[in-house]
T-cell receptor, first 111, second 117 residues
Framework: ELKVEQNPLFLSMQEGKNYTIYCNYSTTSDRLYWYRQDPGKSLESLFV?????AVKQEGRLMASLDTKARLSTLHITAAVHDLSATYFC???????????FGKGTLLTVNP | ETGVTQTPRHLVMGMTNKKSLKCEQH?????MYWYKQSAKKPLELMFVYNFKEQTENNSVPSRFSPECPNSSHLFLHLHTLQPEDSALYLC????????????????FGPGTRLLVL
């Protein structure tokens, strides 16, 4: 059974600081997704990582994938309040076309 | 309307009621999904439809009954629910589900917040 673990589950940080959210998964995967969810709103796709060593960046967020370590990271640079949200990673396997989600990381950026 | 829409956004129902959740996607996709998001739990996949055919039932109790009349619409019929069924129910769509190969990016609706009393 594929398991996806995120840490930390709660992250409170100050504006301007850097931090990293980690996503570990238990078996080989074909794709890894990062989603963002604002309170009371839907999930928004941020990144899709397809292969070992993949790195994608959008604004202050950068995601990377190490398939050998079964680890993805979401790095936040110089955080701003607008980044406050819950961030989910999700992993899929081509054998069953299901996405398995982590529990999410609730990020709060304080002024 | 654009993207994936869901109605109602909020629903309160008693355990003996029957209600339905509706999802509509305007993206020209052929696969649709129901997920359950409970507090402190990961998102759980419930059902998958591909070209109107159900391809996945993730051991969901029969008190949840999905219906997909066409590729753009997905319903979740609810009856005799339990308080533990209270959750956010999310609908998603993607281009299609392939027999092999990785999943396509899924686009989510805003969800229906369900409270069962």
């Amino acid at each position: 059974e594929l398991k996806v673990e995120q840490n930390p589950l709660f992250l409170s940080m100050q504006e301007g600081k850097n931090y990293t959210i980690y996503c570990n998964y238990s078996t080989t995967s074909d794709r890894l997704y990062w989603y963002r969810q604002d309170p009371g709103k839907s999930l928004e796709s941020l990144f899709v990582l397809l292969s070992n060593g993949a790195v994608k960046q959008e604004g202050r967020l950068m995601a990377s994938l190490d398939t050998k370590a079964r680890l993805s990271t979401l790095h936040i640079t110089a955080a701003v309040h607008d980044l406050s949200a819950t961030y989910f990673c999700a992993v899929d396997r081509s054998s069953n076309y299901k996405l398995t989600f982590g529990k999410g990381t609730l990020l709060t950026v304080n002024p | 309307e654009t993207g994936v829409t869901q109605t109602p956004r909020h629903l309160v129902m008693g355990m003996t009621n029957k209600k339905s959740l509706k999802c509509e996607q305007h993206l020209g996709h052929n696969a649709m999904y129901w997920y359950k998001q409970s507090a402190k739990k990961p998102l759980e996949l419930m059902f998958v439809y591909n070209f109107k055919e159900q391809t996945e039932n993730n051991s969901v109790p029969s008190r949840f009954s999905p219906e997909c009349p066409n590729s753009s619409h997905l319903f979740l019929h609810l009856h005799t629910l339990q308080p533990e069924d209270s959750a956010l129910y999310l609908c998603a769509s993607s281009q299609e589900v392939r027999a092999s190969g990785p999943t396509e990016t899924q686009y989510f609706g805003p969800g229906t917040r369900l409270l069962v009393l």
